[in-house]
C-alpha cells in the first residue's frame, strides 16, 4: 500500500483504560437467582457522561455469579466493604 490508506479501513485501537470494569476481588455470597451460595466476582463498573467517566458514583459496585453470570449491585455496608481492599474467598 506505500503508504496509501484504504478508504473505510479504521486502524485496530486499545480501548481507553477509563471505561473497563476493574475486579475488587472474589467471595462466595448468596445468589438470588441460582438460589444458591456461589463465589461472585466484585469489581467497580465506571459510568459514562458526557465525554469521560467517572468512577465513584453511588451504582459502581457490582457482584456477578460466577455460576449464573446474575449481576446485583452492591449499595451501603457492602459497597463500603468492598471498595476497601482487595479479598478472596
Do not use: D, Q, W
Not at 445468589?31 to 451504582?59: D, Q, S, W
Request: aromatic content about 4%; some cysteine.
Amino acid at each position: 500500500m506505500n503508504g496509501i490508506i484504504e478508504a473505510g479501513v479504521i486502524p485496530e485501537r486499545l480501548p481507553s483504560l477509563s471505561h473497563i470494569p476493574k475486579e475488587l476481588g472474589r467471595e462466595e455470597r448468596h445468589c438470588e437467582r441460582c438460589g444458591a451460595r456461589t463465589e461472585h466476582i466484585l469489581y467497580r463498573v465506571p459510568k459514562k457522561m458526557v465525554f469521560f467517566y467517572v468512577k465513584n458514583h453511588a451504582g459502581n459496585v457490582h457482584a456477578t455469579c460466577v455460576t449464573c453470570a446474575g449481576s446485583t449491585v452492591l449499595t451501603g455496608e457492602e459497597r463500603e466493604r468492598a471498595l476497601s481492599g482487595p479479598r478472596v474467598s
